[in-house]
């Protein structure tokens, strides 16, 4: 099979509003179950985060994982949304194209050239993306907008997962969708849960990545379900 899933796929899929499962929180020996359930109650669009220890402290996982679950998650009709967090991504998009990521997003603090990295994202088969931290101002997308596919806001300072959502980011995320043309997904990463999701879809929220919320409880599944049914 191709390392990407199609582009009609992924056009559905970030066409719509999801809530998208982050593996960070998942229990690694029990990966591929664990994934099997929430992809089973609905879940296409699975979120990995990578890091490298010097972006942010921690050190994750890298293009072997994405490898490993390509095929799971593509045969299901779902998408691989990789988040880099590391510096230089640059060095790196090749390697998560290859091994099967259908969206590669980076930092735009991570890089002195985020534009060519967002060129090459798309060169590479895959779809672009640019995060802001809490600390980035909006202004910066504006900067790049031709050649993004997703932009991502997160509601919490990057690194480390269980974190509560930043009050601030409902009003950053509503200057976000005022920015952005209105069929580019926007994205919000850091303590969502059935509280904050309502808020985050009522200023223009179409993607909700949830981590602990859904790996965290008894059953993967049903937490996820209880989410996707907060939209």
């Known amino acids: 099979m191709s390392a990407a899933a199609s582009s009609s796929t992924i056009d559905e899929l970030l066409g719509t509003r999801q809530v998208v499962p982050s593996i960070l929180a998942a229990d690694y020996a029990r990966l591929g179950e664990q994934l099997g359930e929430v ?17 942010v402290p921690p050190i994750t996982i890298g ?3 994405v490898d490993a679950i390509r095929e799971q998650v593509h045969d299901a009709g779902g998408i691989l949304d990789v988040h880099l967090m590391v510096e230089q991504p640059e060095n790196h998009i090749d390697a998560f194209a290859e091994a099967g990521a259908d969206i590669v997003s980076i930092h735009p603090e991570a890089t002195p050239h985020a534009h060519r990295v967002l060129q090459s994202i ?34 919490v300072n990057p690194g480390y997962g269980g974190q509560s959502f930043i009050p601030a980011s409902v009003d950053k995320l509503a200057r976000l969708r005022q920015r952005l043309p209105a069929e580019l ?3 919000v990463d850091g303590g969502i849960n059935e509280r904050t999701i309502p808020e985050s879809v009522s200023v223009g929220a179409t993607l909700l990545v949830a981590g602990s919320a859904i790996f965290g409880a008894d059953d993967p599944a049903e937490a996820f379900r209880r989410l996707q049914a907060a939209i």
Do not use: Y
């Open 63 to 65: 293009a072997t994982i």
């Open 39 to 55: 992809l089973a109650a609905g879940a296409r669009v699975m979120h990995v985060d990578v890091m490298d220890g010097h972006f």
């Open 122 to 155: 798309r060169e590479a088969g895959c779809r672009a993306g640019l995060v802001l931290n809490p600390s980035t101002p909006v202004d910066v997308v504006s900067e790049v907008v031709e050649s993004l596919d997703l932009v991502l806001c997160m509601s």
């Open 185 to 187: 997904p926007l994205e």
